[in-house]
C-alpha cells in the first residue's frame, strides 16, 4: 500500500507525492532491489544519481513542468522537501526499497545527506533545460 504525502486536500490525484515499495529478493547472499515497468508510474526516460555530496549541501531547487520523479535513497539517507506552493512537506528517505514519486508542479530540495549517501533519481522525461522552473518566486506564479 503506497503511503500518500497529499500536502493539500484542494490537490488532485497527479499531484500527490507518495512512496513506492520497490520489490526485493533476499536471501543469505544479500538483498536484490527490482524495479520493472509496473513499479514505476511512467516510462523511464533518464536515469542520473548525485554522491559525494557534502552534508551541508542541498541539491534540487527547482520543479518540473512535464517530468515525473522517483526519488530513491540506495544509500544512507537524506531529506526531500516537497513544496506545492502553498505547503511544504519533509520526507526522510533512507531505505533502498522504497522510492518518493514526485509529480509535476511540485518544487523540491534535497538536503541533509549522510556520509556515503547515494541518491538515485529515475525520470519521466529526457533532460529538457526549457522545461525547468529553477526559480521560486516564477514557480509560485507557475502554479497560481
Given at each position: 500500500?503506497?503511503?500518500?504525502?497529499?500536502l493539500d486536500d484542494n490537490m488532485n490525484s497527479k499531484k500527490e507525492a507518495y512512496i513506492i515499495d520497490?520489490?526485493?529478493?533476499?536471501?543469505?547472499?544479500?538483498?536484490?532491489?527490482?524495479?520493472?515497468k509496473e513499479v514505476i508510474p511512467f516510462g523511464i526516460k533518464r536515469i542520473y544519481y548525485l554522491y559525494?555530496?557534502?552534508?551541508?549541501?542541498?541539491?534540487g531547487g527547482h520543479a518540473h513542468k512535464e517530468q515525473q520523479s522517483v526519488i530513491i535513497a540506495l544509500s544512507?539517507?537524506?531529506?526531500?522537501?516537497?513544496?506545492?506552493?502553498?505547503?511544504k512537506k519533509r520526507i526522510l528517505l533512507n531505505k533502498p526499497n522504497?522510492?518518493?514519486?514526485?509529480?509535476?508542479?511540485?518544487?523540491r530540495e534535497i538536503e541533509n545527506f549522510s556520509s556515503g549517501?547515494?541518491?538515485l533519481v529515475l525520470a519521466s522525461t529526457e533532460f529538457d533545460e526549457?522545461?525547468?522552473?529553477?526559480?521560486y518566486?516564477?514557480?509560485l506564479s507557475f502554479v497560481r
Open positions: 500500500m503506497a503511503k500518500y504525502f497529499k520497490i520489490p526485493k529478493v533476499h536471501d543469505e547472499r544479500g538483498s536484490l532491489g527490482v524495479v520493472e559525494d555530496v557534502p552534508s551541508d549541501s542541498f541539491r544512507g539517507s537524506f531529506e526531500i522537501v516537497l513544496d506545492n506552493g502553498l505547503i522504497q522510492g518518493l514519486y514526485v509529480p509535476i508542479e511540485m518544487w549517501s547515494v541518491c526549457s522545461e525547468y522552473i529553477r526559480d518566486d516564477d514557480f
